[in-house]
């Protein structure tokens, strides 16, 4: 099976645009994950998506938000960005909950 | 919410030597506990996992024991070699996939 699949893979934005991030999850996985990955701070969980519904929210402003497509496919929208969104934002899929997750590539993004 | 604390930040270990990784987390009702390794430039990747009803789990040179009264969860890797170099991350979950993670390890085996 092709893995978890991330566009794009480097952006560069400027402070106060949007930003929409792209994840396609390994076929048959009806369960995505978008984390914010910084230096400082590790991986933090952003949301989680099943079926189209969000199940899961941590704890970031509502500047982010995300969907799930009818094919599991999954966007992330950052508005009014800051400098301190940049990151490196990495997708996960899995079948169901509490079962392996497998990450894409990432999206690395840059925020001046 | 759920709290995890992992340590130490950075590890060196000769080659050969084994390397542990302790994590701690803060929900008693955390019951799913993976292990990631990510290395540089590159996406994080499953090494182990343990659930709450399993105090220990081995996989070849790699174990995570479990010990849910005092909650905390270890990584041991034994034989190290130069490829075990990167950086390690645990996790916690105890609903659906909200993963709450440490804040990594960078594990350089030393030739």
């Known amino acids: 099976k092709a893995g978890v699949t991330q566009t794009p893979r480097y952006l560069i934005k400027t402070r106060g645009q949007q930003v929409t991030l792209s994840c396609s999850p390994i076929?048959?996985?009806?369960?995505v994950s978008w984390y914010q990955q910084t230096p400082g701070q590790g991986l933090q969980f952003l949301f989680e998506?099943?079926?189209?519904?969000?199940?899961n929210k941590g704890n970031f402003p509502g500047r982010f938000s995300g969907r799930q497509f009818s094919n599991s496919r999954s966007e992330m929208n950052v508005s009014t960005l800051e400098l301190g969104d940049s990151a490196l934002y990495l997708c996960?899929?899995?079948?169901?909950?509490?079962?392996?997750?497998?990450f894409g590539p990432g999206t690395r993004l840059l925020v001046l | 919410g759920e709290n995890v604390e992992q340590h130490p930040s950075t590890l060196s270990v000769q080659e050969g030597d084994s390397a542990v990784i302790k994590c701690t987390y803060s929900d008693s009702a955390s019951n799913y506990f993976p292990w990631y390794k990510q290395e540089l430039g590159k996406r994080p990747q499953l090494i182990i996992d343990?659930?709450?009803?399993?105090g220990e789990k081995k996989d070849q040179r790699i174990a995570v024991t479990l010990n849910k009264t005092a909650k905390h969860f270890s990584l041991h890797i034994t034989e190290t070699q130069p490829e075990d170099s990167a950086v390690y991350f645990c996790?916690?979950?105890?609903?659906?996939?909200?993963?709450?993670f440490g804040t990594g390890t960078s594990l350089t085996v030393i030739p």
């Open positions: 996790a916690a979950s105890s609903t659906g996939n909200q993963f709450y």
């Open positions: 076929s048959g996985h009806r369960s």
């Open positions: 343990i659930r709450s009803n399993v």
């Open positions: 998506y099943f079926s189209e519904t969000q199940r």
């Open positions: 996960a899929s899995s079948s169901l909950s509490l079962e392996t997750q497998y």
